[in-house]
């Protein structure tokens, strides 16, 4: 089975192409939809950072506007927040893997924002990097409700500057040409890859 870390900085269009595998059958883990989970009502991991980040908690969920107040410019408090949630993400990676091995998956997705940043792309066989230019990564993130333009070069700042990026990357997909080309090039990647992969 092969393993495709999918990774791309805010506004870069990431998400468009977890969408794109999906479309084409593509397992896809999407890492900040477990974090989603894990802060949701009931969630894994609402009891400890209620405990770790006190009044970040509302009607058994974790405000995540409010939390991210409290980590956001806080290098220590972001780092107790990771210690809770990281091993929590990568436990429901491994038995994404796990299950995907065990059915003969040849291809799988790993959807993780910051893969570089995080030392994921050990965990992978191939990467690929979703990119577009820096112009149009500002004007898609500004557009959204409640992104200020200090907020977005915050979120930028914890993230590897895009060159270093493009040289880590086995395969980079540029978005700014428009959402047909970087289908088919996707389209392309799936079919070499599963082709490679083994399995069903």
Do not use: W
């Not at 977005?152 to 700042?157: C, L, Q």
């Not at 500057?161 to 040289?167: F, G, S, T």
């Amino acid at each position: 089975m092969t393993v495709l870390g999918l990774t791309g900085s805010i506004g870069m269009g990431k998400s468009t192409a977890a969408r794109m595998m999906r479309r084409l059958h593509v397992p896809c883990h999407d890492a900040d939809a477990v974090v989603h989970r894990l802060l949701g009502s009931g969630g894994a991991a609402v009891a400890e950072v209620a405990a770790a980040f006190p009044d970040v908690v509302r009607d058994g969920a974790v405000d995540r506007a409010a939390l991210g107040a409290r980590v956001f410019g806080d290098g220590a408090a972001l780092r107790r927040l990771e210690a809770i949630l990281h091993p929590r993400v990568r436990a429901a990676e491994h038995r994404f893997l796990r299950r995907h091995a065990l059915n003969g998956r040849r291809l799988v997705v790993l959807d993780v924002p910051l893969l570089f940043e995080t030392g994921g792309e050990r965990r992978c066989d191939v990467v690929m990097l979703v990119t577009a230019p820096a112009f149009l990564q500002a004007q898609r993130v500004l557009e959204r409700a409640g992104m200020t333009r200090a907020r977005f070069e915050g979120i930028r700042a914890k993230q590897m500057a895009e060159p270093d990026k493009r040289r880590r990357a086995d395969i980079v997909v540029n978005t700014g040409l428009g959402m047909a080309p970087a289908y088919r090039r996707v389209r392309r990647l799936v079919r070499r890859l599963r082709a490679r992969g083994g399995g069903s």
